[in-house]
């Protein structure tokens, strides 16, 4: 008995829609690349130029990356933005991960399902509508919470925003923006981890939260390492929330409380193009310099 040979048309037919297939991921692939180059490499080039330039396009080696070193806001820029990224990393992994884990175990799927649309809410707001909302929450003068705020100790505007409470303020406020998405791309790795798995531990007598602690949160581990690299580059860029908040306190967190805020200033206020770019290419080096190191330490790319 021999067995059946695929007609000429069926062999024919798998090697065009191979073809196909492979012309539409080209043409997916072509269109990042396209915006990839404009808005990301082309700029990034066009800020190193200018970060080893001087005013008249020469040569400057790194007097720029000197100079703005050596001005008396950068290192309390340093300062603001690492306490800030401490408060961030800290609090997205620990609410993130522990948020999803509690959706992932709600047994009812409506809860989850309302729950995770709720965390997902606050993201829909843009950077300056976010800020504006808490700008209007945290004045005891028209807060909704204001009572809360008393109770905390907060009788005025100004001692809300005191500059002690910046960092944890901007944590806030970036957490109720940011966190809802990556909820739910959390919960969606938790629904990925095989049910054998799960299972097993389940026969082997674990308890909740020693499932979540041995099994669930080390197969997190990729998706944590990737939210904090993103999370870290984000917050590292931290500008809009102090700009805001400058503006509308007359300038108690100051124009220049983060080094995206001091690239501005050096930039359209003293007309030092090169001494901005310099700080920026130094953001960008810290950025994926962290970000290489996170990959490497919890080996991002290793087969599981």
Do not use: C
Not at 27 to 46: Q, R
Not at 56 to 66: K, P, R
Not at 128 to 148: E, G, H, I, N, T
Not at 277 to 300: D, N, T
């Amino acid at each position: 008995m021999t067995a059946a040979r695929p007609s000429a048309g069926s062999a024919h037919r798998r090697p065009h829609g191979v073809a196909r297939q492979s012309r539409a991921g080209v043409a997916f692939v072509a269109g990042y690349v396209l915006l990839l180059i404009a808005f990301g490499i082309l700029p990034t080039g066009y800020a190193v130029y200018f970060a080893f330039t001087d005013a008249g396009g020469g040569f400057s080696g790194f007097t720029n990356f000197l100079t703005t070193a050596q001005d008396f806001r950068f290192m309390d820029a340093v300062g603001h933005v690492a306490l800030y990224l401490l408060f961030w990393l800290v609090s997205l992994v620990v609410f993130v991960v522990a948020l999803a884990l509690l959706l992932h175990r709600l047994a009812s799927g409506a809860v989850s399902k309302s729950l995770r649309f709720l965390f997902y809410i606050p993201g829909a707001l843009a950077g300056a509508a976010s800020v504006l909302v808490w700008l209007f929450m945290l004045d005891p003068a028209v807060s909704p919470v204001s009572s809360l705020l008393g109770l905390l100790g907060f009788d005025t505007f100004g001692e809300v925003i005191a500059p002690g409470n910046l960092p944890l303020l901007f944590t806030i406020i970036a957490f109720w923006t940011g966190a809802g998405g990556w909820i739910v791309v959390i919960y969606g790795a938790l629904n990925n981890i095989p049910r054998d798995v799960m299972e097993a531990a389940r026969i082997d007598g674990a308890s909740a939260w020693q499932t979540a602690w041995r099994v669930q949160i080390p197969m997190l581990r990729k998706w944590i390492v990737y939210m904090v690299i993103l999370a870290f580059a984000g917050g590292a860029q931290l500008f809009v929330e102090p700009q805001l908040l400058s503006l509308a306190s007359v300038g108690v967190a100051g124009r220049d409380y983060s080094l995206n805020q001091l690239t501005y200033d050096f930039a359209f206020q003293m007309n030092n193009i090169n001494g901005a770019a310099a700080v920026s290419v130094e953001l960008l080096v810290v950025s994926v310099s962290a970000a290489a190191v996170f990959v490497a330490r919890s080996g991002f790319f290793d087969a599981d």
